[in-house]
């Protein structure tokens, strides 16, 4: 009988066990949880993952996507160690913990420690619940057991992780890391490990730029219990315990911002990983910053790298500061509309090369003309004569690129620049021939696509900063022959002062009233673009490409390249040969706006053409011109050596010794020249 009434006694007792545990668990299955994703910062990665620029999220906290790999291994030991030792024994809740915590409060009459798990702390953070009640500890005790029936313990420490408080607005150890070190969390030194366990206790007071000796006291407390439990070593935790704390709040990284916001207009979500080079990047960007140093507001910079084998951008520098400073440093330059100059030179003699009209060692004209009501001048208000059409390039002149475009139509022009991905805006009407000069609207990111397409052989692969997403198939929009002989022609242009002779081929402008000073240079494998001048288009006075922007040119490419690739060889169908063994159709281009011979036109009377003159020391040399008009400018190798003279008989001084070209050039524009040897003495 007593047995039968124990066994009655025991089956109720389990069944009203069960019963409870039944009714328990259905409670922890209503819990209503908050959602599992924290929004995290908009990133911008370079191509390698390296942050770029990151943005905050909408209640202006920055909070960093990290993952669990992605984190020092060191720090999730310290972690566990000092807050939650049985992390991966419990289900939510640590009830060993709690039982001695509410021992330890009984005996002692205060708390001693805590028994808020990892998972309790996650409760905590997800709902922003404070813990100064029991109806707040009991709440987060629920939904903590909640959590453990609904995610592993790996996805548990991942939240805590985007989630941990580090004081002011730095939430998850991913974005304090970044404002503690300057780092990723991947490697952290076991001071640091430290640190970061211990601010999220009392973010606010254990700030170490606020409150450095709390922030001292608590690292070294986490320190102090990894070595009593066998984390670290004695030497270990005291080491750690001598490296000093930081003492201020760093800045998160700020590289490409304006390329950055850019890819936030386009979407406002998640990563966005780009094609830039976040170290080539930051050359960049400093060595804008010292181009305009000293410039007050009378200069800015832009400066871009492409891979034009790729079409993937490395580098933008949109301005040389982003902050709305009287240069208007949040305006992005790469993207602004502005006067080309002369940069579009190189595709028009492209142009003339591809129609068969000129070869790089044909003659051509430099002397006034008049294409209907349009009366272009040189820069310098000097006229060369007839030259070849190499040296014409080379010298940026404009009479004859103006005659070039003249017989190939500026819509021809248009269309080309078009299918090589620029998007040209004209001021009004039809183009003209001002477009030769820069009487159009571009950008420098179009002027990119330009002179990658020149430096590939005539085909544009299209331009793109993303990842993995480029924008469409080569397109040709030149023929090989063409763009190389264009590209043979800059690769010889005499480089700025100290900047090396090393085969670079780039091409200078600048805009009308000197808004805008440009320079573009390509290898076998990049293309740098520069540009100096004003976001507000005001004049710059004295900022010529070929001053300013040439040797910005020189040193960002030797940045981006200390040993050029070497341009393409020949194609098959390059005609190498001199003037003289070119076709007769090809030995001199004739405009249709150039004037007819004329018999008044200057002629050298002394020294006879293919002379071989005698130099001696001290001793100038003789020349003579019979008809054209005066003053005559005389040129040695297309340098004058005499202007406004209106002598006809002269004493030059002619460097030497060495073949050499000697042209007198009248008031007319009209020119004659002869080559001679000037022999050693």
Do not use: C
Request: charged share 20%; proline share 8%; net charge negative.
């Amino acid at each position: 009988m007593i047995r039968a009434r124990l066994f009655l006694w025991l089956a109720a007792l389990l069944l009203a066990v069960g019963l409870a545990r039944d009714r328990f668990d259905a409670w922890i299955d209503a819990t209503v949880i908050p959602p599992l994703v924290p929004v995290t910062s908009v990133e911008v990665l370079d191509r390698d993952g390296t942050l770029l620029r990151a943005y905050t999220v909408e209640d202006g906290r920055w909070r960093l996507p990290v993952s669990l790999a992605e984190v020092d291994p060191e720090f999730i030991d310290l972690l566990l160690n000092f807050e939650d030792r049985r992390f991966y024994d419990h289900a939510g809740v640590d009830w060993r913990a709690m039982a001695r915590a509410g021992w330890q409060a009984v005996t002692n009459g205060r708390i001693v420690s805590g028994a808020s798990t990892i998972t309790m702390q996650v409760a905590r953070l997800l709902e922003d619940s404070g813990t100064g009640s029991w109806r707040g500890k009991l709440r987060q005790m629920r939904l903590a057991l909640a959590l453990e029936r609904q995610l592993t313990k790996q996805e548990i420490l991942t939240l805590y992780l985007h989630l941990a408080p580090y004081g002011g607005n730095i939430e998850g150890i991913r974005a304090a890391t970044f404002t503690w070190f300057g780092q990723e969390p991947r490697q952290l030194t076991t001071a640091e490990a430290a640190l970061l366990v211990a601010i999220p206790q009392a973010p606010n007071s254990r700030r170490p730029d606020r409150n450095p000796e709390n922030a001292h006291i608590a690292r070294d407390r986490v320190l102090a219990r990894a070595q009593t439990f066998g984390v670290l070593s004695e030497e270990e935790a005291t080491s750690a315990m001598a490296e000093p704390l930081p003492t201020e709040r760093r800045d998160f990284p700020l590289l490409a911002p304006h390329l950055s916001d850019r890819m936030l207009t386009e979407d406002p979500t998640g990563q966005h990983r780009l094609t830039i080079d976040a170290t080539l990047q930051a050359q960049m960007e400093a060595l804008a910053r010292e181009a305009v140093r000293g410039q007050g507001t009378r200069l800015n910079a832009a400066i871009m790298v492409m891979d034009h084998q790729t079409g993937e951008v490395l580098a933008s520098v949109g301005s040389a500061e982003y902050s709305d400073n009287p240069l208007q440093g949040f305006v992005d330059m790469t993207q602004a509309l502005r006067s080309p100059g002369s940069t579009l030179k190189p595709l028009i003699y492209g142009l003339a090369f591809e129609a068969g009209l000129i070869h790089p060692e044909s003659l051509i004209e430099d002397r006034p003309a008049r294409f209907g009501s349009y009366a272009p001048q040189n820069f310098d208000r000097v006229f060369r004569g007839e030259l070849s059409v190499r040296r014409a390039l080379q010298a940026s002149l404009n009479i004859p690129v103006v005659s070039l475009l003249e017989e190939l139509g500026p819509a021809e022009l248009m269309n080309r620049m078009r299918r090589a991905g620029m998007e040209p805006e004209l001021p009004a009407g039809q183009p003209g021939l001002a477009v030769a000069l820069g009487g159009v609207g571009v950008t420098m990111e179009d002027l990119m696509r330009l002179y990658g397409s020149l430096a590939s052989g005539g085909e544009y692969v299209p331009l793109h900063y993303r990842q993995g997403n480029r924008a469409g198939d080569p397109v040709q929009i030149l023929s090989p022959v063409a763009s190389w002989y264009v590209s043979d022609i800059l690769s010889d242009m005499i480089p700025p002062a100290n900047a090396p002779r090393n085969g670079l081929a780039y091409k200078t402008g600048t805009s009308y009233g000197h808004r805008d000073a440009w320079a573009f240079g390509y290898d076998g494998r990049h293309v740098v673009g520069v540009w100096l001048g004003r976001a507000d288009g005001a004049s710059v006075p004295g900022a010529f490409g070929a001053d300013v922007a040439a040797p910005l040119l020189f040193e960002a490419f030797a940045r981006v390249a200390p040993r050029l690739t070497p341009l393409p060889a020949p194609p098959p169908g390059a005609l190498m040969v001199s003037h003289s063994d070119l076709p007769e159709p090809l030995q001199r281009f004739a405009s249709r706006s150039a004037p007819a011979t004329d018999p008044d036109a200057p002629e050298i009377a002394f020294p006879p053409d293919g002379a071989v003159l005698a130099s001696q020391p001290g001793l100038p040399l003789m020349a003579r011109v019979d008809r054209g008009r005066p003053p005559f400018t005389w040129l040695w190798n297309g340098a004058p050596v005499s202007t406004a003279n209106r002598d006809r008989q002269m004493t030059l001084d002619l460097a030497g010794p060495g073949f050499g070209e000697l042209t007198v050039i009248d008031s007319m524009g009209r020119a004659a020249r002869i080559t001679v040897e000037v022999a050693a003495p």
